[in-house]
């Protein structure tokens, strides 16, 4: 049986914007992923958390920094392919993180899919933009900045895996962020994006 490592963070683990709890193993994108891939003995590894970074480690809460967990995921499950979207928590105004910084995160986290399983396939996903108010009342780690920032995520992904030789996909092509928290997929959207992800596996 192959498996798909997917690596993420709310939007991965399948937070629901509007309840604050966590949409159910068929409603989220990587459960759909999973349903839709079931004739094809692929197993999907899902491996989201809530706040996760590429590179940052949060003041916060411990845990987050995408680039000190993956190796070992990589170890532990050793995937046939990878499918990245983080990005999203960089943007919080603490980091002061511009675009492009955030990018040498992701390569970061690219090398090490390349260097810790280099026959695997490796999937770039940008993700969803930030809602314009996510700061107004919904996330005060989120201000202005942080908004125009996740916009430009998917200029630099998209030149980043073209340097890197591997597929990319906006994740903003195919879901917003709900109208109830600026800052998560609601249902439709998972469903869009795991339609999008599907598409782009079979064509990988």
């Given at each position: 049986m192959k498996q798909i490592l997917c690596f993420?963070?709310?939007?991965?683990?399948?937070?629901?914007?509007?309840?604050?709890?966590?949409?159910?193993?068929?409603e989220r994108w990587t459960g759909i992923l999973q349903e839709k891939l079931a004739d094809r003995?692929?197993?999907i590894v899902e491996e989201g958390l809530c706040g996760r970074t590429t590179i940052f480690e949060d003041p916060l809460r411990l845990g987050r920094r995408g680039t000190e967990l993956l190796p070992t995921l990589l170890e532990t499950h050793t995937p046939d392919a990878v499918?990245?979207?983080?990005?999203?928590?960089?943007?919080?105004s603490h980091y002061g993180a511009s675009a492009e910084v955030?990018?040498?995160?992701?390569?970061?986290?690219?090398?090490?899919?390349?260097?810790?399983v280099p026959d695997a396939k490796l999937i770039l996903v940008s993700p969803i933009q930030l809602g314009e108010d996510v700061w107004d009342g919904y996330d005060l780690e989120f201000?202005?900045?942080?908004?125009?920032?996740?916009?430009?995520?998917p200029r630099v992904y998209q030149r980043i895996a073209k340097e890197e030789g591997v597929p990319y996909l906006a994740a903003s092509d195919y879901a917003k962020s709900s109208f109830q928290d600026r800052e998560h997929m609601d249902e439709t959207g998972h469903r869009q994006l795991a339609n999008g992800i599907l598409k782009l596996l079979r064509s990988a």
């Open positions: 993420g963070d709310s939007n991965t683990w399948g937070l629901d914007g509007e309840t604050g709890k966590r949409f159910s193993w068929e003995d692929i197993r499918v990245l979207m983080l990005g999203t928590n960089d943007c919080k955030i990018g040498l995160g992701i390569r970061q986290l690219i090398q090490q899919v390349k260097a810790g201000d202005r900045t942080s908004v125009e920032t996740s916009k430009d995520l």
